[in-house]
């Protein structure tokens, strides 16, 4: 037995005796229970401290490479801390509005800058480790692919870990402090705070600094992509950490804990006479995800044995990865069905069954997302048109991503009405939790992306050897699928999330009914879509601005530092990076007023049953928009992939030039207005629940 | 006073005693009332006639013109032979199926079929004009630029008012004959079974044809637009008319009888006291409308004097025809509120406000249309981004695109709430016949662009003198704003109409509450959401391998037909006719078939509340779309214009080729996907309601 075979079976071990005392937890009282998952969310963390301490003894290569990955990690370090500048500002005003306006004063204001400030601490952890292992991952391709994708798996888990053990850390002890609900919503308000800036803002940035290098580098200058000499290269690769590790760990953080939350409150209602019990369920359901994840994760081996070719490897990396996953789900379940057979009374199947379909859903999207994003028929298809001028792409390409939308609103729709059926809006709830409950291994191997995105950008910057970066590009092949898996995830999640809120705001706002019979609910509707519109619009328009200006700049900068182009000259990678931040934080603050202004005029204006509307309409409108966007653009990208792959007569062809243009416009439909519209659904239905006790307090009183 | 003066002032005067008896028609017996519709109706038809018997009698210019007039007419006449073939199939079927199931048997099924054929009748007389008139105005060009814009607007009166005389006198005789109201329901159904055929299968057409020509033409062979050695040239002539005329007409005689009836429907239940009152009070606002109509294109005149500038000209054009606009609009606007203020005895205020709204809604979104697609600040922004590439042109027009849809949204949110507030459900159809009541002058305003179109194409192609060609681009350029104009009304007015569906479905189907705390109806939301896309990726797809078989088929007879190139031999005009017929009929029938299973699904399968939620889904998921095709599409088109005139490098410029794509990637989503929404949202309504009793008798028997 190997000794990391050995530490495996040492970590399952525990992980699985902490399991075993949760779910038989029942006999204990309350606050046993919530110490049982906050030694769950303990385990979790400290596996991710354990495999820090691996990483960080890992050497992270040439001197060369530590230049460029210190660049990267200043530039993402500049970025982290301007937004959380302005975020800082923000939620001090918002914090002081809530300790005004909402009961309990002024402890929902506490729990809100709780939740900024837990998950601003996360996304820095995760964004730190990024920076300092992709280097190591790029070093370790020195020796085999199988250590690289150790590395880079590892470090994966490292982020994934700490963003989950960490939520469900300080919302289990926060739940122990305060027992009023309204602090709770408060915490997950501070979490979508900070999904908004980083999600909306970090995929603003990262799409300003990419198209504006790629059009004066590729374009203008005529130098490869990823070349050091470009200016905003350095903005390029730190927007994928700040896009794919800062904006989607947030935005899932974020559905995460509000999906507790929102089963933890509708728990309350639903189970009223079993007291907190309600409120508990929730919350170890999460501890036993913490824990199926752990096992899961720890099931993903880099495969021994010698080099093969690159489709064998890429396929043993998926299989590797699939495993992981389909035990973590697998362990998932039947600890689940233990847990609610042994602490629920009635309801067992019912609420199992919720689970399970909030589970499947986020199974299926994944297949689906993949065979529309993907190598396969519709990809080729727009391949093959590409060869008829972009044109004819683009048109292809909005049509596939039309097309993939079909299926998953479907499976959605399902899903709703079956977690309905069993167990009412706490149903819809569960069903989320039911979803999120293994991010920590799905945001694992998300993670695990964007990293060897990077690595192998700095194998190209430093010049490492062809066979290096073959390894690298080969770990990042697989990176873009499991990417584009959770971006589908992440919409559904984000879906699901939204219902439960849905239902969180007819339970806290009192409404039975909110009928499409009553001119308020449609004027609701509308605004909602109109809202999704609008959002949308805004962020493109900001990706559009930015551009220009890192444009403007990376010109500047070949016309006035000499010898620049010659590569004697090292330009000001920071002026760039600093630029796009400044557009980025510009062009999300009107959206984000936006977001959260127009529900309270709706609620303030209308009543409470518009602001439903407005809800749903956003959901409803906004939900196929974003998988469209998201998945046209993924298309795009691998369309130009499959081209420059030697197809359709590869790269230099007339199809490869038409695929780079259907790529370009990919590029900010899916990095950033489809993940933008994630937050758009979710922050709406927050503000809603917020603004309640405001909105109903003006039907009773006025 | 001219000999055309005196006419005017004859018709004039007529239609002021024909409005003035049917305002004080409240004196009278109901079959007189309906008696007073009817001869409404036979005023608007005899001035239509009168004008078809001066358009005949004009030359219809040179040889050449003869000639190639004929290739477009039979172009013509083959599309709309085969499309009514299958079209009497499916009628058939149809009828069948209501005649089976739908009480009063078979008396809906002769509605339908009534419907289908006056629709059919209809847009077969306004295509047979619009093909005669084209070569007239050319040659009326030749004499002067005012000379043609009387032709061209004349003929436009011709198509406008015998579509509507012909509906409103088919509709009133046949409330005469039936008074069961499922009947009229037939008929409304007939008409948008002849809009799904014209509009979605004339969408399909016209793109396959135009992008098919412009792909071999333009870029493989290298030979000018309108060339007649172009093989698919007459097939893209004939589209014009197939997608601007025959489609667009149906479309808006579809939105104009559906409102209509929706508001005799609810006037019935709403007003049941007045007993069948409640009914005649829309037919008679309809009236008013075709006699304010009447009197507004009068005003419309060529105006006199000598050439000016190509701007002064232009001017001049829109200065008439907006007065046309203004005085139909005041003189319906009194005309209405006397009539309301004589037949009811009470909300005459209320009721005149409903008017007011659906009227205002659609002069309002006119100017936004206008402001987001015309030579203003988003357009001329576009058209300096296509500086920089395809990409990013094509990025900035999406983002247009969907800030176009804001306001709109916005206006047909207020409307519906202000017109629910002071009517209830049948304020919302009263608001929808206030929008459409002068059809006729806005149908006169629609038709003049394709007229125009095609002159310019004639002119083009008969190498008629510059001068002359020029003329006929000026008129054109006019014709492409009310074009964009009559786009957004025709979307809005689906708006509307759908509502007005909705409300009669909730009629109907004795719905009191669809509440989206229901799960039904947030699956029959999300259905309908999911349809939309499904729906708008269908055709897409058609248009795509449309044009793709046009492609073939031109190469093929570049190859095959020798002396083609040099201009020697005569292509096969009528086989890709033939082609982009076929295909624009296989691709139509799956989306239209869909769309009357799927509420039959969900009805049967779910509950009438969740047919009440596709409804709304559809019509909220399909609204923003269609506007931000139709305006994205339109703004790419003017932004290409912009730069060919001479801006940002002009003609043959790095910015001019990227506008190209923009253009050709906006063709599809103006002219097809865009109209194509239009009907979905306005046919799933009329399923639901005709399904309604099947629905009921279900859940009160099952």
Redesign the interface.
């Known amino acids: 037995m190997t000794q990391e075979t050995l530490s495996k079976v040492i970590w399952g071990g525990i992980a699985l005796l902490f399991g075993a005392a949760t779910i038989f937890a029942d006999r204990l009282g309350l606050a046993e229970k919530r110490w049982m998952v906050v030694a769950a969310s303990m385990l979790v963390l400290a596996y991710a401290g354990w495999q820090t301490r691996a990483l960080l003894s890992l050497d992270a290569g040439t001197e060369r490479m530590h230049e460029l990955a210190q660049y990267i990690r200043e530039g993402a370090q500049t970025f982290l801390r301007r937004e959380y500048q302005v975020l800082a500002i923000f939620a001090g005003v918002i914090a002081l509005l809530l300790a005004v306006a909402i009961e309990p004063r002024p402890w929902v204001a506490v729990g809100y800058l709780l939740g900024t400030g837990v998950s601003a601490l996360a996304s820095w952890i995760g964004m730190s480790v990024a920076v300092r292992s992709n280097t190591r991952t790029a070093n370790a391709a020195r020796n085999s692919w199988a250590e690289a994708l150790g590395v880079a798996f590892a470090s994966g888990t490292i982020m994934g870990f700490a963003i989950v053990g960490l939520g469900m850390l300080t919302l289990t002890l926060m739940t122990m402090i305060f027992t009023d609900a309204y602090v709770w919503l408060g915490f997950v308000f501070g979490a979508t705070s900070v999904a908004l800036f980083l999600r909306v803002g970090g995929g603003i940035f990262t799409k300003s600094a990419d198209?504006g290098a790629d059009?004066v580098g590729k374009?203008e200058i005529g130098i490869p992509e990823d070349d050091p000499r470009n200016p905003a290269v350095i903005a390029d690769n730190v927007g994928d950490n700040v896009g794919d590790i800062a904006g989607m760990g947030s935005d899932l953080y974020e559905s995460y804990v509000s999906a507790l939350v929102a089963a933890m409150v509708l728990g309350l209602s639903t189970y009223a006479a079993l007291g907190e019990t309600g409120a508990i369920v929730p919350l170890l359901l999460g501890a036993v995800g913490l824990i199926s994840s752990l096992i899961g994760a720890l099931f993903v081996s880099a495969p021994k044995g010698d080099e093969t070719s690159f489709e064998e490897q890429v396929q043993k990396v998926h299989q590797t990865m699939n495993r992981g996953v389909y035990i973590s789900n697998a362990v998932f379940l039947v600890a689940a069905y233990l847990l609610l057979a042994n602490f629920l009374e009635q309801d067992v199947i019912a609420v199992f069954l919720c689970v399970l379909s909030g589970l499947a859903t986020g199974f299926i999207i994944g297949p689906i997302t993949e065979y529309y994003t993907s190598e396969h028929k519709p990809v080729i298809g727009m391949a093959e048109?590409a060869q008829?001028?972009?044109?004819?792409l683009?048109?292809?390409g909005?049509?596939?991503g039309?097309?993939s939308?079909?299926i998953p609103?479907?499976v959605?729709?399902?899903a709703?009405?079956v977690a309905?059926?069993f167990a009412g809006?706490f149903g819809i709830a569960i069903a989320s939790v039911g979803m999120m409950a293994n991010l920590g291994m799905l945001l694992s191997m998300d993670c695990y992306g964007p990293i060897t995105d990077n690595a192998a950008g700095i194998a190209e910057m430093a010049e490492l050897d062809l066979v290096v970066r073959e390894r690298c590009e080969m770990l990042d092949t697989v990176g873009n699928s499991t990417a584009a898996l959770a971006k589908g995830f992440a919409i559904a999640s984000a879906a699901l999330a939204a219902?439960a809120w849905?239902a969180t705001y007819?339970d806290t706002a009192n409404?039975?009914?909110?009928?499409?019979?009553d001119?308020?609910?449609?004027?609701g509707?509308?605004?909602g879509?109109?809202m999704?519109?609008?959002f949308?619009?805004l962020t493109?328009?900001g990706?559009?601005e930015g551009?220009f200006a890192t444009?403007e700049e990376v010109r500047r900068q070949f016309r006035e530092i000499p010898g620049l182009l010659a590569g004697t000259a090292i330009p000001d990678y920071a002026r760039c990076v600093d630029i796009a931040t400044i557009h980025a934080l510009h062009s999300m603050l009107l959206p984000g007023i936006l977001t959260i202004l127009i529900p309270l005029a709706v609620g303030l204006l209308l009543n409470p049953e518009a602001v439903?509307?407005l809800l749903?309409?956003s959901l409803?409108?906004g939900?196929?928009l974003a998988i469209?966007m998201a998945n046209s653009g993924g298309a795009w990208d691998n369309a130009k992939k499959y081209i420059e792959a030697g197809n359709f007569g590869g790269k230099g062809s007339d199809a490869h030039k038409a695929s780079?243009?259907g790529d370009?416009?990919g590029d900010?439909?899916k990095d950033t207005v489809g993940p933008s519209l994630d937050i758009l659904i979710k922050l709406v239905g927050k503000m809603a629940v917020i603004f309640a006790p405001i909105f109903t307090w003006i039907v009773w009183n006025i």
Chains 1, 2 share one sequence.
């Open positions: 198209v059009l374009v048109s008829s001028g972009p044109a004819i683009i048109i292809d909005l049509a596939v039309k097309m939308t079909v609103i479907f959605i729709a399902v709703t009405v309905f059926k809006l219902l849905l007819f409404i039975a009914v909110a009928s499409i019979t001119p308020q609910v449609i004027a509707l509308f605004i879509a109109m999704v519109y609008l949308s619009a493109m328009k990706v559009g551009a444009v439903a509307g749903a309409g409803l409108v939900l196929p469209m780079v243009v370009t416009v900010p439909l």
